[in-house]
């Protein structure tokens, strides 16, 4: 799968966001995580699959992803995500909380839970096309959307 990670030469990217920071260290901080969207065959169908880096107990690292179904939710810039993880069905709502207008960043709040385990989770991401954070002349719209998520930079 990292190959297909990989930028290609013509500038063109093989993913739709890398993670910059995540607010919930189960979940959204990784040495290393993509963020892939895309359209599904069935109209109107929609996915999302991070791939990620786990460091492993032994010290190496392993990639790993998830398949997530994602239906728009009837507020706009809202999605309900539900993945099948280890046999647990997992529900999450997203917002998105800011994209900048060039799409050089976005933050994303979710909050959900395992059906069966009763676990429930939430948690942000910024996110970039390169990973890299964002320039200084977003900092001041980039502090107020995350404190509206109640993260400090």
């Known amino acids: 799968m990292l190959e297909q990670l990989q930028p290609c030469r013509s ?30 065959k069935a109209r109107g169908s929609f996915w999302y ?17 998830h398949k997530y179904r994602v239906k728009r939710g009837k507020v706009p810039e809202t999605f309900h995500f539900s ?3 280890n046999g647990v069905v997992s529900n999450e709502f997203w917002t998105t909380v800011d994209v900048s207008d060039d799409l050089s960043w976005g ?4 909050h959900g ?3 069966v385990a009763g ?7 910024l996110v ?6 964002p320039a200084e ?17």
């Open 11 to 40: 500038r063109r990217l093989d993913w739709s966001w890398r993670v910059v920071a995540g607010q919930n260290p189960a979940y959204d901080q990784f040495p290393c995580q993509y963020q892939l969207f895309y359209q599904g």
């Open 128 to 133: 970039s096309p390169d990973g890299q954070y």
């Open 137 to 153: 002349r977003e900092k001041e719209r980039l502090v107020s959307a995350l404190d509206g998520c109640g993260i400090k930079e």
């Open 119 to 125: 676990q429930s989770y939430t948690g942000a991401v």
């Open 113 to 115: 839970a395992a059906q």
């Open 49 to 65: 699959e991070p791939f990620f880096q786990v460091r492993m107990l032994e010290g190496y690292l392993v990639w790993r992803w």
């Open 83 to 85: 993945v099948l993880d």
């Open 107 to 110: 933050l994303f709040h979710y």
